[in-house]
C-alpha cells in the first residue's frame, strides 16, 4: 500500500533517528551527553514501533474482552452484590462504536482503559469469592490468560525498540 502522505510519521521519525545517530552522537564527548542522546534514540525507535502497532494492538485487545466478557456476565449473574459491574460490563459488550467517527488511537485507547478497569473490578471480586466456587475459579484463570496475553502483545511493541540497541543510559 502506497502512504497517503510521503514521508510517513514512521519515516520521518527514522530519519531524525539516523541522523542523530550518524550526524550528531559521534561529535558529543560527554557521558551525559551521550547518554541523553541514547535515550532519545531509544524513545524515537519506540515510538516509531507505537505508530506502526499500536492501533491494531488496541483493536485486538477490544475484541479479545468483549470475547471474553461474556463468561463474565454468566458468572455475574448469580451475585447480588455485582448489579452495577455487571450493567456497565453489559454496556460494554453491546457497545457499537459509532462508524462515522475515526477509531483514533485515542478513542481506542480510552475504550480499553475502560474494559480494563472492568478486569479489575471483576479481579477484586473474585478476590473475595470463596475457593469452592468452580465458577469463580474458572473466571479467574481467564482473566489471568488474559492478562499474559494482553502483556504479550505489550512487548511486541516494546521490545524491537529498546532490546539489542544498547543500555539506555
Given at each position: ?142 482473566l489471568r490468560d488474559y492478562i499474559v496475553w494482553q502483556l504479550e502483545q505489550e512487548g ?14
Amino acid at each position: 500500500m502506497i502512504p497517503i502522505l510521503t514521508p510517513t510519521a514512521t519515516e520521518v521519525l527514522r530519519c531524525v533517528r539516523e541522523t542523530m545517530e550518524s550526524g550528531i552522537i559521534p561529535s558529543l564527548s560527554g557521558r551525559t551527553e551521550r547518554s541523553n542522546a541514547a535515550t532519545i534514540q531509544h524513545m524515537l525507535r519506540f515510538v516509531e514501533h507505537r505508530i506502526d502497532k499500536e492501533g491494531q494492538l488496541l483493536f485486538d485487545e477490544i475484541a479479545y474482552l468483549r470475547d471474553l466478557f461474556p463468561a463474565a456476565l454468566d458468572w455475574l449473574a448469580g451475585r447480588s452484590d455485582a448489579a452495577a459491574l455487571k450493567a456497565a460490563i453489559g454496556r460494554a459488550v453491546d457497545a457499537t462504536p459509532d462508524p462515522s467517527v475515526y477509531p483514533s488511537l485515542a478513542r481506542l485507547g480510552e475504550t480499553v482503559a475502560a474494559l480494563r478497569q472492568h478486569v479489575c473490578d471483576l479481579l477484586l471480586l473474585l478476590q473475595v469469592t470463596p475457593e469452592s466456587d468452580g465458577q469463580a475459579a474458572d473466571l479467574h484463570q481467564v482473566l489471568r490468560d488474559y492478562i499474559v496475553w494482553q502483556l504479550e502483545q505489550e512487548g511486541s511493541m516494546v521490545e524491537p525498540a529498546f532490546i539489542g540497541h544498547g543500555p539506555r543510559r
